[in-house]
């Protein structure tokens, strides 16, 4: 069974950091695809002796535009990831 969940990506000094919106778990790796890839075993790790939790919930993900917001210096990307 595949499963879809929302990941936010962020450029932090010299990592990516991906974290999973809906079950807070995050990861990190050299470049975007490394973040994924350790995010997916981060996830699958979570749910190893556990059973998902399918019920859909309402997501709704905007952007906010300021000025050094939170002291970020570097763009937010956001996709989905598939187990």
Do not use: R
Not at 64 to 83: D, H, R, W
């Amino acid at each position: 069974m595949k499963v879809k969940f929302t990941v936010v990506i962020q450029k932090e000094e010299n990592w990516y950091v991906a974290k999973c919106i809906e079950k807070n778990v995050a990861s990190q790796g050299k470049t975007i695809e490394e973040a994924l890839d350790s995010l997916k075993e981060a996830l699958e790790l979570y749910y190893e002796n556990g059973e998902l939790d399918l019920e859909e919930k309402p997501l709704f993900i905007t952007a906010v535009e300021g000025n050094n917001i939170m002291g970020s210096k570097y763009p937010v990307s956001y996709c989905t990831v598939t187990l």
